[in-house]
């Protein structure tokens, strides 16, 4: 006989069906759902670790789910499933007003999570949020600067992030993939580099070109390193130290640390509105500018042509030129 199955109680489908008989379904809910989501929170979270994996990336995903739903159940404390409503999901959501749509979209994305959790383990026996329309995506960024402009942050940078900022300004990787860099997967004799994939299968690039400017900086600190094949090029820091402090160490870095110093470094330049993330973008512009394919640029970032021909050949104008958007046809 199959059943769902939960730690405190176990409902098997024979219960499921009496109840639909006996027309005692919602009263069957109430009982399943009068758990209090404080209870079921690290549960849930411990299904989560286990099913995307123990590296540092993935824990800071579950710290994230954490941390969001954590703002739901200060909103309602005692909270039970019942309290998952979609009236309960769009204050909580609205009052994430400081934040962007793209931002919102994660935090109800975890709530999601949560949900699936509840019907898998029998807390809940029908969907609350079923044709709960999201919040949208983040407008696509068109943000980009020079090489020129991408050399003199990197020189202005602690020498500690100097090589990490470099190799994704070179490329049009992500944060995220550089922290999963092994040494074998850079080749700075051929200046190709492999990008693990962190978000879709697609995003895994097997041989991405560096532009030549990055080279001598990545070969420096991987010779005054030593570092071995099997090597994390930027591991992450110690999971002690990174749970006390959320930052980075002298041995390690994190996402939101890079991101800090980039942000930091660019202020102090002058340089407005950039951000890390915007690499990306820079890289297929620049590629774009010196005559490359949609097919060439979608191979470097790991992307669909299609994402290029709308999104990273549609760039914004840097200060002072006539156009403020322009497609690079």
Request: proline residues 4%.
């Amino acid at each position: 006989m199959e059943a769902v199955t939960s730690k405190p109680q176990r409902l098997s489908l024979i219960d499921l069906y009496e109840a639909e008989a006996g027309k005692r379904l919602e009263s069957l809910e109430a009982s399943l759902s009068a758990v209090p989501l404080a209870d079921v929170r690290s549960e849930w979270l411990a299904a989560v670790s286990a099913r995307l994996g123990g590296s540092e990336l993935e824990r800071s995903s579950v710290r994230n789910y954490a941390q969001q739903i954590d703002t739901f159940l200060a909103r309602h404390p005692g909270a039970t499933a019942t309290d998952i409503s979609k009236a309960n999901v769009t204050a909580w959501l609205a009052s994430r007003a400081d934040t962007s749509t793209g931002t919102r979209r994660k935090y109800f994305y975890a709530m999601r999570s949560l949900v699936g959790y509840l019907l898998d383990t029998g807390r809940l026996v029908s969907d609350p949020l079923v044709r709960y329309t999201p919040p949208n995506k983040n407008k696509a960024r068109l943000r980009w600067e020079t090489e020129e402009n991408d050399r003199l942050i990197v020189a202005a940078s602690r020498p500690h992030y100097r090589a990490l900022l470099a190799w994704i300004k070179a490329t049009g990787a992500d944060v995220s993939s550089g922290l999963r860099l092994y040494r074998r997967d850079l080749d700075l004799t051929r200046g190709v580099t492999r990008i693990p994939g962190t978000k879709t299968g697609r995003r895994l690039v097997q041989e991405a070109a560096i532009e030549p400017w990055a080279l001598p900086i990545l070969r420096d600190y991987v010779t005054q390193r030593g570092l071995m094949p099997g090597a994390l090029i930027w591991p992450a820091p110690a999971a002690e130290a990174n749970r006390k402090t959320g930052r980075d160490t002298a041995e390690g870095y994190t996402a939101n640390g890079v991101g800090h110093h980039h942000a930091t470094v660019c202020e102090r330049l002058g340089i407005t509105g950039y951000t890390l993330k915007d690499a990306r973008h820079s890289i297929a512009v620049r590629m774009r500018h010196q005559g490359s394919e949609f097919e060439d640029i979608a191979a470097q970032l790991g992307t669909s042509v299609y994402q290029v021909a709308t999104v990273y050949a549609v760039f914004k104008r840097l200060p002072g030129s006539r156009s403020e958007v322009e497609a690079v046809r």
